[in-house]
């Protein structure tokens, strides 16, 4: 379970608001990046979020360009994960790809005010609204999706394909020999 | 099935798919740019695969800041350059060749029924040519590197039906942003948007890709047209390969399709921030500009230059406004010289910069300064995409670039192409 002060932002927040491009040919580290993150929106969310802070978007969070820098740069600012009406789909896989937890939650902008304080717990879509003692429920990410994110992410998910894939290749030619 | 679905089917060793489902499908093609390259290869040394699945399945393009702009750009291409050399990829595209969206198809690398991944948003470009071509971050490429495969959720077919007859002047562009006004910029989420019609079939292959270039700015997951004899005819001289057309089954029920009617079509302007706030350029006539872009993925071929030249032939930029030019790929800037055009926008006081992506993504070339006005023929006009936070993004046709640059605000290209029929 995350849980963590609200930042609210509106709909189609594009990737140039969360990490500007003018900054992508720096290829900035992590902590670097985080002094960035949603820059385009103004200075106010860099400066003042705290690790488990959770952002909550209205459609289409993350749209625009593939940069995973959008998403590194938000991970690296220790938030506990997105949660938004929709998401744009290289924004999304890319936040799953890296371990930064996003959920869908249809409605949620209505019933969610920028500083309140939200439990979430992203692997059943269970949302509390501790200011005002709501309860949402949403679906959770398909189960592929969450295997991944609960290995940390595609980097140890493929690690451990691979490796298989070296065994398997190697019983294969043990067996042939 | 649907065009798409069978592609998907194929690359994932199976009979039948059907939207919503998720399959692990094999890569024909990866591209790589080298904006994205030198985390891609962090990402790939920290998998520790022995090898690339495939070296000559993987595309590498310099697009995006060519030549590096900055002592640290430079270190990261340099770096990236390392990695390419220490795997031995084959099919590289050094700075000033081109950017990736026009050098995939031009070099030969998209064909129907591929399905191809890249480091960049647009890759949707490629579904002009029948592939099924989608963007991806780098962790993924990565893991696309060292597998050569990657899961997909199969996705739902959108179809436009592009009809009636295209006013003059009226481009690619013009269209595509009537789509997106109409549709808004999630208007495609995780869809595919299929473009057809009698329109789409008199059309250039540079027009086409203007559509399923822009696709992504509406949400989806990827552009697509099923190849005609025009399709199959560019793509045998590029690969030197006949590849058969995978089309779409007669019985499959498309869950949308859209009727789009260009007759009475008007040049349009997207205004900032947001490709869907579209509206007639003559309603932002007079609105004045520091910058025009003619260039980028989206309005930087023959096509596109071809109708600047035309519009700014004889003509002088206006002294407060900086045209820039930048043709998509070398062959584009060879072409163009040779057909005088490169001179025509020379002349008039176009800077023309090398083949590659320019200011588009705010990494140089023409960054604007906080308070400046760029009309662009690029694809996106997102806030502080250029440049300063405070720099404001038009979008329009290459023909609406050019008229507005004489005028140095934005301008109805009509009026200089009636001026052109009248002489």
């Known amino acids: 379970m995350t849980r963590g002060r609200v930042w609210k932002f509106g709909d189609n927040i594009n990737t140039d608001i969360v990490y500007p491009g003018r900054y992508l040919k720096s290829f900035l580290p992590p902590e670097e990046m985080a002094k960035h993150a949603m820059e385009g929106a103004g200075p106010d969310f860099s400066k003042n979020v705290q690790p488990g802070d959770i952002i909550v978007a209205g459609r289409n969070f993350g749209c625009g360009s593939s940069r995973e820098e959008a998403v590194t740069s938000l991970k690296a600012t220790r938030i506990g994960g997105i949660v938004a009406e929709s998401f744009a789909r290289i924004f999304f896989r890319n936040a799953v790809n890296v371990g930064l937890p996003v959920l869908e939650c249809k409605g949620i902008t209505q019933r969610v005010k920028g500083g309140d304080i939200l439990e979430v717990e992203f692997k059943t879509g269970l949302i509390k609204n501790v200011s005002t003692g709501e309860e949402i429920k949403t679906l959770p990410l398909p189960d592929f999706m969450m295997m991944i994110l609960d290995k940390g992410g595609l980097i140890p998910y493929t690690k451990e394909k691979l490796s298989l894939m070296k065994k398997e290749k190697h019983t294969s030619k043990s067996y042939r020999s | 099935m649907h065009a798409v679905e069978k592609i998907l089917a194929k690359a994932a060793g199976k009979k039948k798919v059907q939207a919503g489902e998720i399959v692990n499908a094999k890569v024909d093609v990866a591209m790589v740019h080298e904006r994205a390259g030198p985390r891609v290869a962090d990402h790939f040394e920290e998998l520790g695969a022995e090898k690339v699945f495939d070296e000559s399945k993987v595309v590498i393009t310099f697009d995006h800041n060519v030549p590096p702009p900055t002592v640290e750009n430079a270190e990261a291409q340099k770096k990236f350059r390392s990695f390419i050399k220490k795997y031995g990829f084959i099919k590289v595209y050094t700075g000033g060749t081109g950017i990736c969206h026009q050098l995939v198809p031009e070099k030969g690398h998209a064909w129907p029924g591929a399905v191809i991944v890249g480091t960049d948003s647009h890759t949707t470009t490629y579904g002009a040519f029948g592939s099924f071509a989608t963007g991806i971050g780098h962790t993924e490429m990565a893991s696309v590197l060292a597998l050569g495969e990657l899961w997909l959720r199969v996705p739902?077919?959108?179809?436009?039906?592009?009809?009636?007859?295209?006013?003059?002047?009226?481009?690619?562009?013009?269209?595509?942003?009537?789509?997106?006004?109409?549709?808004?910029?999630?208007?495609?989420?995780?869809?595919?948007?299929?473009?057809?019609?009698?329109?789409?079939?008199?059309?250039?292959?540079?027009?086409?890709?203007?559509?399923?270039?822009?696709?992504?700015?509406?949400?989806?997951?990827?552009?697509?047209?099923?190849?005609?004899?025009?399709?199959?005819?560019?793509?045998?001289?590029?690969?030197?390969?006949?590849?058969?057309?995978?089309?779409?089954?007669?019985?499959?029920?498309?869950?949308?399709?859209?009727?789009?009617?260009?007759?009475?079509?008007?040049?349009?302007?997207?205004?900032?921030?947001?490709?869907?706030?579209?509206?007639?350029?003559?309603?932002?006539?007079?609105?004045?500009?520091?910058?025009?872009?003619?260039?980028?993925?989206?309005?930087?071929?023959?096509?596109?230059?071809?109708?600047?030249?035309?519009?700014?032939?004889?003509?002088?930029?206006?002294?407060?406004?900086?045209?820039?030019?930048?043709?998509?790929?070398?062959?584009?800037?060879?072409?163009?010289?040779?057909?005088?055009?490169?001179?025509?926008?020379?002349?008039?006081?176009?800077?023309?910069?090398?083949?590659?992506?320019?200011?588009?993504?705010?990494?140089?070339?023409?960054?604007?300064?906080?308070?400046?006005?760029?009309?662009?023929?690029?694809?996106?006009?997102?806030?502080?995409?250029?440049?300063?936070?405070?720099?404001?993004?038009?979008?329009?046709?290459?023909?609406?670039?050019?008229?507005?640059?004489?005028?140095?605000?934005?301008?109805?290209?009509?009026?200089?192409?009636?001026?052109?029929?009248?002489?």
């Open chain 2, 156 to 423: 739902e077919a959108m179809k436009f039906n592009i009809t009636g007859k295209t006013p003059p002047i009226v481009m690619a562009k013009d269209i595509a942003l009537k789509i997106a006004g109409q549709i808004g910029e999630e208007g495609a989420l995780y869809k595919v948007m299929e473009f057809a019609g009698p329109i789409i079939e008199e059309m250039s292959i540079d027009g086409r890709m203007v559509f399923t270039n822009m696709s992504v700015e509406m949400g989806a997951k990827a552009g697509f047209m099923e190849p005609d004899e025009k399709t199959l005819e560019y793509v045998s001289k590029r690969t030197g390969k006949n590849y058969p057309p995978i089309t779409t089954d007669k019985n499959y029920e498309y869950g949308d399709i859209i009727d789009v009617d260009v007759s009475l079509l008007e040049p349009l302007v997207a205004y900032h921030h947001s490709v869907a706030n579209v509206k007639p350029v003559t309603e932002f006539e007079g609105t004045e500009i520091d910058q025009a872009l003619l260039g980028t993925c989206t309005g930087g071929r023959m096509e596109d230059l071809r109708i600047a030249a035309k519009i700014l032939k004889g003509q002088k930029v206006n002294p407060d406004t900086r045209l820039i030019v930048i043709p998509a790929s070398a062959e584009i800037y060879l072409d163009a010289i040779q057909e005088g055009l490169i001179n025509t926008l020379i002349e008039a006081g176009g800077i023309v910069c090398p083949p590659g992506c320019g200011p588009c993504t705010g990494g140089h070339m023409g960054v604007l300064a906080a308070g400046e006005v760029c009309l662009s023929a690029a694809n996106r006009n997102f806030k502080g995409r250029m440049g300063s936070v405070d720099s404001l993004l038009y979008l329009a046709s290459p023909a609406t670039v050019a008229a507005s640059a004489i005028e140095g605000k934005i301008t109805d290209p009509r009026k200089y192409l009636k001026r052109r029929l009248s002489t």
